[in-house]
């Protein structure tokens, strides 16, 4: 028996005992193939933003209603405004000197627009406006049901009859800030002083902290079960007409205490506004979030406004957002996105990567930009081409699938060496490098070396081509080969033909050659090892600044060779992959990828993992280092939250044929907003979470997984979990999604 075989045959041996092991961490959620989802149409939201005009006081809007015309009235700090269906310009409606501060828009039962300004309450109908007689200015709010309308101010309570305004004499504190009347003549009040129903002449005051949270009350609301909802500063009282029955804060998904508004969804669901966006509560209660600037102008919410399709209008601080219910299904939504991907993210030769928006947000100033890892990424590109061929067996998808290889082979070519290849490539006349060269003083090593004694100064990142045709930019490091190698094997299995299966092992042959004639470092034109590409024994096992790369870049090379040897069948590979697991420990170290230290955590890792699995579980026929690979990847999977990253759920199901989290990968296809720019979203304002340390220690995140919809980047590689993300320059490529929905579809977990 060999020293391998002697090594490893516990792990043989005990297989049940390692699944069992790697089940200790987190439930997997595992899906019978039953249970495999049919496309069918659901609701996809999106976000349109209107500025009413470029004055701030006529962005602040403080009340919003939609008349059955779908026409958007506005009242804000400047006056009040109104935009027909069918465009995008506000109109003025009061002007001259009744021009002023307006509070409150509602459209009573008969279509008449009711408004409260700083000056007098306005009705609008039959294009007239008409200043209505009786009531004491100002006049903040309206609140009208069926033929009960009511108008109220500092100055006191009217109510509408036939014959006008009358004024009640309810004794309430003049600190009105929100009512809603049930319709049925009774009328709730909410004021500082806490909320007073009112009804046959006299109030009833709450508030004291059995009946409320706080006695300042900002928004009132009826559920569909008859309940009211009341807003105040520090969350929703849940009450009958008699009693408090259920309080909401942020324990219980509230992202911000301070309650503005409240107002129920046609479909019955309760939209929160708060001073950080809005949140829905379902029947269950279960909270679903929206802010940041991808869903509204600001997250100042004021007033919330259903139209007849079930579209919200929202008025905040910063202007009006449309939030749109637009029902699709996922291959629908693969559509929309393969055309943004096709438009915009794909540049010659055939590289795939995100796009520079010249005016922040503007989505129609994009360019073309260059990334470090535009291999990697393009590597993605090319994986997701793949699995459209092996689902569809498009000849599109193969052709570019072929193309998307293409470029990746050209980045070894365009260096003219005998196995490095460059992170990207780009025209010579391109202006707008992303890092371009430079030249570093003295001064500048020393402060780089103290902060890392491994760094080394690359003084000429970008060559010219030996034909004039290209930049290039070199220094690649580990994750551009991983996602290189990832994305060989998905195209070598799932799309390439016979002779591009040979153009696939040529290729690999010439990284593999070149890396062990430099002892498993990537050496770049300088005759030194890149940055980063570093998997020699010589560092990995004896040097400690090297310490932390230990584990990943161990089994990072074994995947490489074990790849190599399963596409060509030389034996030199195989003997070289066995000569660094007896020798060098190399599997002892992959054995060790879940238990890095803390301080060493780095997201992207999880994800280059989930390149390399299915590369060794595909070609290692040795059931003792199986059982190995077998035992870390359950642990690994184990160790992620269920609905974290989509492309390593799927490279597990790759991996073992169990299909796990298929709830969670549709929810997360879904969700996934369909605006692919980077809008900032910083989660630490939020009042729900809770700011942590761990596992990335290096990043500030919360404890709480944010949805897709709620995810500065959706892409794979980025942190889910981070706290503050965002760039308002960046409109990201689609890959995310449409790789792993093709994926699913090729897996059968979409039908």
Known sequence: MSKLQIKYCFFFFFLFASFAFAGCGKKINSHPENEDYKDVPFIQETHVGYKISDNADDNEVRSIAVDKQSNVWVATAAGIFRKSAESRKWDEIITGENKGPAYSVVIAEDGTVLFGTWNCLYSYANLQLKKEEGLVPPISVICTSGNETFALGPNGIWQHSENGWKQLNYPIARSVRCAETDGKGSLWVGTDAGIYFCKNGKSTLYQNTNELISAYVRAIGFAPNGNCWVGTMGGVAVRN????????????????????????????????????????????????????????????????????????????????????????????????????????????????????????????????????????????????????????????????????????????????????????????????????????????????????????????????????????????????????????????????????????????????DELIRNNYNLVDIDGTHTHWAVWSPDQINRDPDWASEKSLNSMELLGYLKFAYGITGDEKYQKEYLRLIEKEGYLENARKVNEKNPAWQIYFDRTLEGYTFPVLFRYETDPKIKAVYTEMLEKWMADQESGENLINNLAYTLCTGKKINTEQTIDFLKDAPLDLVEWPIDHSLREDVKLVRYPIMEEVQIDKLPPASMRATVRWDKNPWSARQGNLHAMREPVFWLWPYWEARYLGIIQ
């Open 241 to 512: 007409d008699e009693k408090l029955q259920k309080k909401i804060t942020p324990a219980e998904g509230l992202s911000n205490s301070f309650v503005t508004c409240i107002v129920p969804s046609p479909d019955g669901t309760m939209w929160i506004g708060t001073e950080l966006g809005i949140v829905r509560f379902d029947r269950e209660y279960k909270p679903s979030l929206r802010f940041s600037r991808r869903w509204l102008m600001n997250d100042k919410v004021n007033d919330i406004a259903f139209d007849n399709e079930g579209n919200a209008w929202v008025a905040t601080n910063g202007g009006v957002s449309q939030i749109k219910r637009n029902t699709m299904t996922l291959a629908e939504k693969e559509k929309d996105f393969y055309h943004q991907l096709m438009y915009r993210h794909i540049r010659e030769p055939w590289t795939c990567g995100s796009v520079y928006l010249e005016i922040p947000g503007d989505t129609a100033s994009w360019r073309h930009e260059d990334d470090d890892n535009d291999g990697e990424y393009t590597g993605g590109y090319l994986a997701m081409e793949s699995f459209r061929y092996a689902t569809t067996k498009s000849e599109d998808a193969h052709t570019k699938a072929r193309k998307a290889f293409d470029f990746l082979r050209q980045l070894q070519t365009v260096t003219r060496t005998a196995g490095f290849f460059a992170r990207s490539i780009v025209p010579p006349t391109w202006n707008k490098l992303h890092d371009g060269n430079r030249t570093y003083t003295p001064q500048q090593i020393a402060d780089e070396l103290v902060k890392d004694p491994r760094y080394k100064p690359v003084e000429n990142r970008w060559r010219l081509s030996a034909d004039g045709k290209w930049l290039w930019k070199g220094d690649t490091s580990t994750d551009e080969m991983d996602g290189h190698f990832m994305a060989y094997f998905y195209f070598y299995e799932y799309a390439a033909n016979d002779q591009e299966k040979q153009m696939v092992r040529d290729h690999v042959r010439k990284i593999i």
